[in-house]
Every structure is written in structure tokens, then in C-alpha cells.
Nanobody, 124 residues
Framework: QVQLVESGGGLVQAGDSLRLSCAAS????????MGWFRQAPGKERESVAT????????YYADSVKGRFTISRDNAKNTVYLQMNSLKPEDTAVYYC?????????????????WGQGSQVTVSS
């Protein structure tokens, strides 16, 4: 069992930056691939960024490529999402999730554990 707790969300203006954190407890954090997903009102949950267990491989959705950076600190059992140049369309609830799948899993169904979500609101 893995427990995930997100933090760092909030209300910002377009062009600002935020860093989300996801602290994990429970079973060995370093054995899981970690992903950030988001869900805007009326839309399906989508993958934003994923990082392999070692941190050596990452994936980014086209909509955030070049603006967001995912990273992890296995010693601190924490994964981060640095979000720069935020846009109003980035407004959503952001979730972190843990997966036993090797590499950089992209599908929601591949993730076993989820956090409670953190609201990010970007005003224009």
C-alpha cells in the first residue's frame, strides 16, 4: 500500500510558476513509476508528466512540454512537478499517482495508487 499526498497548488496569474509536491509513504517509493495527471471541470483526466522509477526516463504531454518539469527524490520519497509559464488552460485538479509498470506508463489504468488532488487555478 502506498499513500500519496499532494501539496503546492493554489491561485496564480498567467505566466507565474508553481511547484507541486507529492509525498509518498508506505511501500518502497523508489520501485514505482510516478505520474502527474490533471482533470479540468467537464473534462477527462489526462496524463501530464511521468517519470520512471530511477528518474532516467520522463514523458510530457505536448501541452506542457517545455514548461513543466517532473522530478523525483527517492531519498525523500517525493515527486515534484515544476510548472512554469502557466496558462489559464492549465487550470485543473492535479493528481499524483504511482504505478508498478516499468518505464513511463501513460494510461490511467496502469496506476495503482492516487493522491487526493491539488487545485491549480490560473487567472488570465
Amino acid at each position: 500500500q502506498v499513500q500519496l499526498v499532494e501539496s503546492g497548488g493554489g491561485l496564480v496569474q498567467a505566466g507565474d510558476s508553481l511547484r507541486l509536491s507529492c509525498a509518498a509513504s508506505g511501500r518502497t517509493f523508489s520501485s514505482y513509476a510516478m505520474g502527474w495527471f490533471r482533470q479540468a471541470p467537464g473534462k477527462e483526466r489526462e496524463s501530464v508528466a511521468t517519470i520512471s522509477w530511477s528518474g532516467g526516463n520522463t514523458y510530457y504531454a505536448d501541452s506542457v512540454k517545455g514548461r513543466f518539469t517532473i522530478s523525483r527524490d527517492n531519498a525523500k520519497n517525493t515527486v515534484y512537478l515544476q510548472m512554469n509559464s502557466l496558462k489559464p488552460e492549465d487550470t485543473a485538479v492535479y493528481y499524483c499517482a504511482a504505478s508498478n509498470v516499468l518505464g513511463v506508463p501513460l494510461r490511467i489504468q496502469e496506476y495503482d495508487y492516487w493522491g487526493q488532488g491539488s487545485q491549480v487555478t490560473v487567472s488570465s
